[in-house]
């Protein structure tokens, strides 16, 4: 397994560090360019839909690239 790697990402207008495996960090920017967003607008939507006091950005932005991948 791949160790984490840290990465900023611009939300909202402000700077944030996500930690995720290098896979998911792969499939993350895949989906991205696939739906034609920056990765900081998916992230953002992704932030905006999560509940923040359940889930961490790094576990949402996990589910979604599973869900996404699922569902293909």
């Known amino acids: 397994m791949s160790r984490p790697a840290k990465r900023s990402l611009t939300l909202h207008g402000h ?3 996500v930690t995720l495996e290098d896979p998911f960090w ?4 895949e989906i ?3 739906q034609d967003k920056p990765i ?3 992230a953002a ?3 905006a839909n999560r ?3 359940n ?3 790094a576990s949402a932005i996990r589910v979604f690239v599973l869900k996404y991948y699922q569902q293909k």
């Open 32 to 34: 991205a360019d696939v």
């Open 26 to 29: 792969k499939a993350f920017r």
């Open 51 to 53: 509940d923040p006091e």
């Open 55 to 57: 889930e961490g950005l």
């Open 40 to 42: 900081n607008q998916l």
């Open 45 to 47: 939507e992704i932030d």
């Open 15 to 17: 700077r944030t560090s």
